[in-house]
């Protein structure tokens, strides 16, 4: 970092930091993703401008002769780092086995860091990462939604015969390459009905949609009370 940046310099890296930051905001904003264009546009400038801050006082630095202190100035960027770990964790939700947020937690990341190198003065470094940044949430979405991953719904049932019930969902699913692991059992005082609650685990890419075959196939054969979705790889 130059001792003595000129307004010059500081004006570029600020609009640097706006462009990289409004650029990758736009891909979340898009996608309807919780931290948006103006969230990753202030993250970033508040480390650029914490960065700059720093370049400033680079000249202030170190400990006078007669004085017990020591200015530490990469506390500021420090500081801004950790501030954006509550913001990232704020954007992660948790219900239940549904965790959403991780990929807008470690975006606002990777969007102060970026600002943190334009502040700097870093400015091949900023654009570098903000291409490869771009290539990740972006250029790799394709590939991302053809991975097949494994996929968890609970699915509660109701009928008058327990154990044959179950062997039967079994042999149902089989073909489809789904599993169904029964995990509750439940019955009504004075009644012959039994809700049956099952684990159904199957693989499917995302970019499939959801399992409207098996959604069928139960419908046909059961009487079907509920089936929710127990995982989720959207973020």
Known sequence: MPLHPTWEE??????????AAAVIGFNREMRGHAAGMRTTILV??????????ANLLLTLGGKAADS?????????PLGILTGVGFIGAGAIL?????????TTAAT????TVIGLCFGGGQLGLGVGVTVL???????????????????RGLLVI???SGPSSVSRLQDLLAPLGCKAL???????AGSREVHLAFEICWRRAERAGPPLQLLELLNEHFVVLSFELTSDTHS
């Open 10 to 19: 500081i004006a570029l890296r600020l609009v640097l930091t706006l462009i």
């Open 44 to 53: 970033a400038l508040a480390a650029a401008v914490a960065m700059i801050q």
């Open 68 to 76: 017990f202190g020591v200015m530490d100035l990469m506390r500021l």
């Open 94 to 102: 948790r219900r239940h086995d549904l965790v959403t947020g991780v």
């Open 108 to 111: 606002l990341w990777i969007v």
């Open 133 to 151: 940044t771009m290539l990740t949430l972006w250029a790799l979405v394709t590939f991302d939604l053809r991975i097949r991953r494994d996929h």
């Open 158 to 160: 109701s009928t008058d």
């Open 182 to 188: 029964l995990r509750k059992q439940s019955a009504a």
